[in-house]
């Protein structure tokens, strides 16, 4: 507690430095700018419904106007959000080109909690899911052009929009009027000359039958090519950390290479350690020699510090920014039905095609995993003709091997025949929102009225291509002779047009066909909303008016997700699937006010507070309720101090809940009742046990119970999957701030937010020696019926199933609501400009300064109830920099501006499951990026722009937990290396 205390005051410390800084200004720098105020009046803000200007937010907001969507060279919108401090880069495209249906998506995930808890909004309204897999709305279904600035809004706000606002809000406000035509075109490459960009966009509007109906029409396509590993020379082959046996400090190898060879590796004695297993390659620059590993590249586990160039290496597939390209289009039409009151039609279009690229099927030479292949003595092509057959034979005999059908070898290979596991992800969302905007009086006051309704549909294929079919794959490369012909073995695989597979030589193009298969996954995801909000003020009080805002919603959601029957068999080089359906329901109600309690008065030039709260009904979890307070307190015009506490809930989303439940079975588990093991147990867990497994077991007897399975006995079944008996994910969380804005330094703008998050009943899985350890037999605090975790062994109270009374049979290893996590930090933010001539006496242009950036000191995260927190801030495992910041300094005239951009990363721990003595660099090392952009206004109708993004050519740490391929880590970095762009705006 002290360390927390002592962290949170140098927080605190930071802040009220800047402030005293600010209060020690002489007088005379209280000079005005000169330039024009605007009032922006009041709006409705994101993270509140109640309308008031920004200046009151009851939480800070970072605000991203069109004018920077276009000029940041940015073709996917969702990258410019990335670069904010508060959001971590989850999935976009340097990133998701690795996972099976997720290719050219970008996901926005404040804090780091998740994109299912970072909720996206269009114009206040939720929008759909873009992907059943893994529930979450790709930022790339938004056309870019038709935004009219994004609000980022981090805490807890799920009293005003419900479920998923845990970590926060994106919402995107597009425009909604145009007077005449719009395009924009931009391009942009990499300084290798890959990686090219392209994106064009227009807008069109107009107003009919005297200004009554107003028309927008936009349309955007994007593309985006891919970047692989291979083309940069400082990732290639590849790199890995050298953990061989008796390694004690694992430096980084920048030129490593898979132990599995591209032809085959034969292990041919198995099981050895490294520098006695005896395992030859067949080398596939020439194809006719057999050749010797060293120590490091001949067993059968991967050694780090193998470089023999016969081998494979994983960089010819690693794609460091996949492949995508997107269409969008977009009407908005609404017509004023009375001077106060307008219908309006929102529609939209999205078709997405994505593309994932994963290295080939692999076999190990230690002859387990997912296609175990094993090549016998007596196959036709090793007792055939040629050199390499022959050096072959040389090499089984001197391992004691016969050339009989029972003598194998086990068989290391990359199947690069087949080619890689590309994979191919289209969809098509559809979305149509339609309601009536207006006002009325009542009570002699005036009440805002929004009513709607909203329908959305994807529907979606993923292809994955080159999935060999297991089976088949056995069966063509166990080739024997017979009838002077060579041909598979398997009779019925003959019959069914199998074709033998030479291992030895090389395979023929009828046994890649015979054996390669393609895999579809089709997706369905639709969702219904309605809702009808109300705002106005209640009634005058001597600091202003109360403000209310209350409204209803009405929300369902259905997802269907199914692998062709192939695929859902089992029977091809991946994870069978199967076919996920699901719905659920969900009916609300909320309410917020907003009460100002003094106004003009000493040290209270204003204090408000605000109640906000939300009652929920789900068709899965039955009844919620949320609420936030909030409080605002002006001393003087110059300082404001803003705090909230509020409560948010998730609920469980479809894959959760409903994923096919599957029966499986496992050896690894014993019976913490069983008597051996009981024996094996400490003396506390005997003592806990003695009343647990007594309780559960009837007549237990401690010396005599002999369990159902174990060791030696048969494996226990397990049931795996969703559950439909989920509860919601529940948070706590907390902000105070304060914004300065002096009168004596016009334009300045400072904030300091502190933050924190609690949350708990996070959605996970449980080891099943944890559940029945630690969770259920040596936990008697409390009764085995009243423990939760206990109740997922199922026991047999009579013997009839398992054939032992008190035998286990089943377990339920399905989600359950286990994990929690704890993050705290501070959001600090300064903005400053002025005209030149104000201060220099002559109009140089105009300067304006941004920094915004975030210390997340506190990310800790408990697996399973009672383990320890595990603290996972500044480390790349979970891609929680502890500080991350975002500068930019901007010069501008009339037709001419110049930005210059920084991104800071703060230096992360490579790998927290070990110490630093382990790991030589431990530390990834700060990570600095430089941009710069210029635009320039031809003429009133014309615009320029063009930029370098990554001006140094600042590459990512070069560690393999960051080129991960698919992990987090990678995410987190410009992986491009320097790039260039150019795009032109017009408006006729």
């Not at 000029?71 to 080109?97: F, H, M, V």
């Not at 694992?250 to 006695?276: D, E, H, K």
């Not at 060999?468 to 012909?485: E, F, H, K, S």
């Not at 439940?661 to 094996?680: E, H, I, K, L, Y």
């Amino acid at each position: 507690m002290k360390v927390e205390m002592n962290t949170m005051l140098r927080g605190a410390l930071l802040a009220s430095a800047a402030t005293v800084g600010l209060m020690a200004v002489p007088s005379y720098a209280q000079a005005q700018t000169g330039g024009e105020s605007v009032d922006v009046g009041e709006i409705v803000i994101t993270g509140s419904r109640i309308r008031r200007d920004t200046f009151s937010a009851p939480q800070p907001i970072a605000v991203v106007t069109a004018e920077a969507i276009r000029e940041s060279g940015n073709t996917s919108i969702g990258d410019i959000l990335l670069e904010q401090p508060t959001i971590n880069p989850a999935t976009n495209q340097q990133n998701s080109s690795g996972t099976l249906f997720l290719s050219g998506q970008t996901r926005a995930d404040i804090r780091g909690l998740g994109p299912t808890r970072t909720l996206v909004l269009m114009d206040g309204r939720r929008l759909p899911f873009s992907d059943a897999s893994s529930p979450a709305v790709d930022l790339n279904t938004i056309p870019s052009l038709m935004v009219d600035r994004i609000d980022t809004v981090p805490g807890g706000v799920s009293a005003v929009y419900g479920s998923e606002a845990i970590a926060g809000v994106v919402n995107f406000i597009m425009k909604k009027e145009q007077d005449g035509l719009e395009l924009d075109i931009q391009g942009g490459i990499s300084q290798e000359g890959d990686g090219e960009e392209f994106r064009a966009g227009f807008n069109w509007g107009k107003k009919f039958f005297d200004d009554r109906l107003n028309v927008l029409v936009g349309g955007e396509y994007a593309s985006l090519d891919k970047i692989m590993q291979e083309d940069r020379d400082e990732l290639f082959p590849g790199i890995r950390r050298n953990n061989a046996t008796g390694v004690t400090v694992q430096n980084v190898i920048p030129t490593s290479r898979s132990n599995t060879a591209p032809t085959a590796t034969f292990q041919l004695i198995p099981g050895n350690v490294v520098g006695t297993a005896r395992a030859v390659t067949l080398d596939y620059r020439n194809p006719a020699s057999v050749v010797r590993l060293s120590n490091a590249c001949g067993t059968a586990t991967v050694q780090p510090t193998c470089q023999d160039e016969a081998l494979f290496y994983s960089g010819v597939y690693n794609a460091l920014q996949g492949k995508a390209n997107r269409g969008v289009l977009r009407t908005y039409v609404d017509y004023k039905i009375t001077e106060t009151f307008k219908a309006f039609v929102d529609a939209s279009y999205v078709k997405v095609s994505g593309y994932g690229m994963f290295q080939p099927a692999f076999s190990t030479a230690t002859g387990g995993g997912t296609m175990p292949i094993f090549l016998r003595g007596d196959n036709a092509y090793l007792n055939g003709g040629g050199a390499t057959a022959a050096a072959l034979r040389t090499e089984w005999l001197a391992a004691g091997k016969t050339f009989t059908q029972g003598s194998t070898a086990a068989v290391g290979k990359f199947w690069q025949e087949f080619g890689g596991r590309d994979v191919k992800t289209e969809r098509e969302q559809y979305r149509v929102a339609g309601g009536i905007q207006g006002s009325f009086e009542t009570f002699g006051r005036k009440v805002d009225m929004d009513s709607y309704v909203q329908y959305s549909r994807l529907d979606g294929r993923t292809t994955s291509y080159n999935v060999p079919n297991v089976a088949r794959v056995q069966q063509a490369t166990d080739a024997v002779l017979l009838n002077g012909q060579i041909v598979c073995r398997d009779a019925a695989a003959r019959a069914a047009g199998c074709a033998p597979w030479d291992l030895v030589n090389g395979a023929s193009r009828e046994a890649v066909l015979w054996a390669n298969a393609n895999s579809t996954t089709d997706q369905k995801v639709t969702q219904t909303v309605a809702g009808l909000n109300f705002t106005t003020d209640l009634f005058e009080l001597p600091a202003g008016p109360v403000g209310l805002a209350f409204g209803f919603e009405y929300r369902k959601e259905t997802s269907f997700f199914e692998q062709d029957a192939l695929g859902a068999s089992g029977a091809l080089f991946f994870n069978a699937i199967g076919t996920r359906e699901g719905a659920y329901n969900v009916k609300e109600a909320y309410g917020e006010v907003r009460i100002p309690l003094l106004k003009d008065m000493l040290l209270a030039e204003e204090l408000s507070v605000e109640v906000a709260g939300r009652v929920s009904d789900y068709s899965t979890i039955g009844g919620t309720d949320q609420y936030r307070i909030g409080l605002n307190w002006a001393p003087v015009k110059d300082v404001r101090f803003r705090l909230s506490e509020a409560t948010a809930v998730r609920a469980p989303n479809i894959i959760e809940l409903f994923s096919p439940q599957s029966r499986n079975f496992t050896t690894a588990a014993q019976d913490p009742c069983d008597a051996a093991v009981f024996r094996g147990a400490t003396a506390a867990q005997q003592a806990a046990r003695r009343v647990t497994c007594a309780a559960a077991i009837p007549g237990w007897n401690s010396a005599t119970f002999q369990s159902n399975f174990g060791t030696g006995r048969p494996s226990l079944a397990l049931l795996q999957g969703g559950n439909p008996n989920l509860g919601p994910e529940e948070a706590h969380t907390y902000q105070y701030g304060v914004v300065i804005q002096p009168r004596w330094v016009p334009n300045l703008q400072i904030s300091a937010d502190f933050f924190k998050y609690n949350i708990t009943d996070q959605v996970g899985t449980i080891p099943i020696n944890t559940l029945f350890q630690a969770l259920c037999y040596d936990d008697a605090t409390q009764p085995v019926d009243q423990n939760r975790f206990c109740s997922n062994i199922l026991r047999d109270r009579d013997g009839s199933l398992t054939g032992v009374v008190g035998g286990v049979s089943e377990v339920m290893l399905t989600n359950q609501n286990v994990a929690s996590v704890k993050v705290e930090g501070w959001d600090y933010s300064i903005a400053y400009g002025f005209r030149t001539e104000d201060v220099f006496g002559k109009d140089y242009g105009n300067l304006a300064f941004r920094l915004d950036a975030t210390w997340m000191y506190r990310f800790a995260l408990q697996g399973l109830p009672g383990q320890a927190f595990t603290q996972l801030a500044n480390t790349i495992n979970n891609a929680t920099p502890e500080w991350k910041a975002n500068g930019s300094i901007r010069w501008s005239n009339e037709k001419l501006s110049v930005t210059w951009n920084t991104i800071w990363i703060d230096s992360m721990i490579s790998n927290n499951a070990f110490q630093p003595n382990q790991l030589d660099p431990y530390y990834t090392g700060d990570y600095w990026r430089h941009d710069l952009r210029a635009s320039y206004k031809v003429n009133d109708q014309i615009r320029v722009r063009a930029g370098i993004i990554n001006l140094f050519d600042e590459y990512p740490p070069e560690l393999p937990e960051v080129y991960t391929g698919t992990g987090t880590g990678s995410s987190q970095y410009d992986n491009r290396g320097r790039f260039f762009f150019v795009g032109a705006n017009m408006e006729f």
